[in-house]
């Protein structure tokens, strides 16, 4: 059965698909039209906005998928390797782009804007903003990094086209706006390839919870009344799908197992509770500094019998 989130990706993926390949041919024709490669630029870029999309629902498939003897955690991190995909298409497309302007710099080729340029681009910017705020809406309501760099994707666009508007004005001025402008809208590109590649990375490598996040932790840990618990060693595993948290407590070093069992229990149903988050806790002494494997080999006196 598809869940909700799942409908909301492939619905962002199937409208952005039909609205950016309608602005994709309506953006090639006028940059054809008026030899302009920053126009054909950013309608290369709204096209690569579509076959991102495309990815990111094929993504969205597969990590649906439910957890198997391979793949205990999931499928999840699919959406992840989607994102940095689109991260990379966005790198390739910049590099072409830079290559082209500085030709066409080189070569002192220069565009012939009209009015039909004007309206193009200005509809381009206020379509793409609005994809954009509708990706980002669904991004955050289901914590999906895919749907979030198909986001800054449609922003980007949007952003990109900003400068090309007002090149659009200068045009008659200046018969180098146009590869300048080319320049820019590539840079653009690269600073939200790197953006997205970041931010996913991020999240694969382990990221470190946010000091608001731990602070949330910690007051609903305080809430259950269990005593002074010292807790340390807090780490979030982001599998997109669902997020694994570890962290270790310490407790009195008269309680019983059977009793540290029990408050880790109780700790674990909290934060599944309240984050959503599945958590497997470490029970150590109060008055026994952790040791890690390395050194309880370098120190095997302190090895529990």
Request: with cysteine; aromatic share 10%; net charge neutral.
């Amino acid at each position: 059965m598809t869940s909700n989130r799942d409908k909301a990706g492939y619905l962002e993926s199937i409208v952005s698909i039909i609205v950016n390949t309608a602005l994709f041919a309506l953006k090639l024709y006028t940059g054809i039209i008026t030899g302009s490669i920053a126009l054909i630029a950013d309608a290369w870029h709204t096209l690569s906005d579509s076959l991102t999309s495309v990815v990111i629902m094929v993504a969205i498939k597969l990590s649906s998928k439910k957890p198997d003897k391979e793949h205990p955690f999931g499928h999840g991190r699919w959406e992840q390797i989607a994102a940095l995909f689109v991260a990379f298409v966005l790198a390739v497309i910049a590099y072409e782009f830079i290559m082209d302007s500085i030709e066409r710099f080189g070569n002192r080729q220069e565009a012939n804007f009209g009015t039909m340029a004007i309206v193009v681009v200005a509809v381009s910017i206020v379509i793409k903003e609005l994809l954009a705020q509708y990706a980002f809406y669904i991004a955050k309501k289901h914590d999906s990094a895919a749907i979030k760099a198909d986001g800054w994707h449609h922003r980007s666009d949007a952003l990109s086209s900003i400068p090309v508007l007002i090149g659009i004005f200068f045009a008659s001025k200046f018969w180098w706006i146009d590869s300048v402008l080319g320049f820019i809208l590539s840079l653009v590109l690269f600073y939200a390839a790197y953006k997205i590649a970041k931010e996913t990375v991020d999240k694969l490598l382990g990221k470190q919870p946010s000091e608001e996040l731990k602070e949330k932790i910690k007051n609903a840990i305080r809430s259950l009344n269990l005593g002074d618990l010292k807790w340390h060693h807090l780490h979030m595993h982001n599998y997109e799908r669902h997020c694994e948290l570890t962290m270790h407590i310490r407790l009195d070093g008269q309680k019983s197992i059977e009793e540290g069992h029990r408050i880790a229990t109780i700790i674990e149903n909290k934060i599944e509770e309240d984050f959503k988050m599945q958590a497997t806790i470490h029970v150590e002494p109060l008055c026994q500094e952790h040791l890690s494997y390395s050194a309880l080999q370098a120190e095997p006196e302190k090895q529990p019998l």
